[in-house]
Structure formats: structure tokens, C-alpha cells
Nanobody, 120 residues
Framework: QVQLVESGGGKVQPGGSLRLSCAASGSFFSFNAMGWFRQVPGKERELVADITSGGSTNYADSAKDRFTISRDNVKNTVYLQMNNLKPEDTAVYYC??????????????WGQGTQVTVSS
């Protein structure tokens, strides 16, 4: 029982910015990694950025110069700051987390997705 609630999506003009938030709640001890994926119709879900428990980050090539992933461990929230958005960034963005839910078990969870639309 881990829930990931995303917010911050919407419509923005090219060159604009959005900040996505993903708040984790439920019964878990810690997370091993959290990240953001995106998906457009007819294509597979693709990693945008993630951050590990050790604080290391990883970005897709299309995102590394414009997006920043961060986390707030107190709030159990991960953020994706997206700057200089382009029409090709249009997609449904999904929060993902690998959380330790018991002494022996870690599970992977997905948020419901939030739509990001970049258009004039």
C-alpha cells in the first residue's frame, strides 16, 4: 500500500516551465529510487529522470540539459523541474518509486500519470 500522487501537469507554451510533484504515502520504510517516466500514444514508456537513495541522478539525453529531478525526504516527495519545454515533451508523465515496504520486500509503484502538453 504505497500511493504516488502526481501534480503540476498542464498546458504550457514552448519555452515555458512546469514543476511536477509526486508525493508518496502509505506504509513504507524508505525508497530505493524514485523517478519520472513519460509515454505518448503508440510508444513505450520511457525514463525521463530518476534519483537513487544515494542521491545520484540519471537523465534521458533529451532531458539532461533542461530538466532537474530532486527530492524532499521529509515530505517523501520527488520533483521534476522542467524548463525550456518543447512540443516533443508532450506526454503523460508518470511517477515511479521502488519502496521498501517490509523488512524483506521492496516493491515498485506507479502514479496515475499527469498530462503535460506543450503547444502554442
Amino acid at each position: 500500500q504505497v500511493q504516488l500522487v502526481e501534480s503540476g501537469g498542464g498546458k504550457v507554451q514552448p519555452g515555458g516551465s512546469l514543476r511536477l510533484s509526486c508525493a508518496a504515502s502509505g506504509s513504507f520504510f524508505s525508497f530505493n529510487a524514485m523517478g519520472w517516466f513519460r509515454q505518448v500514444p503508440g510508444k513505450e514508456r520511457e525514463l525521463v529522470a530518476d534519483i537513487t537513495s544515494g542521491g545520484s541522478t540519471n537523465y534521458a539525453d533529451s532531458a539532461k540539459d533542461r530538466f532537474t529531478i530532486s527530492r524532499d525526504n521529509v515530505k517523501n516527495t520527488v520533483y521534476l523541474q522542467m524548463n525550456n519545454l518543447k512540443p516533443e515533451d508532450t506526454a503523460v508523465y508518470y511517477c515511479h518509486a521502488e519502496a521498501r515496504v517490509s523488512k524483506f520486500t521492496s516493491n515498485r509503484y506507479w502514479g496515475q500519470g499527469t498530462q503535460v502538453t506543450v503547444s502554442s
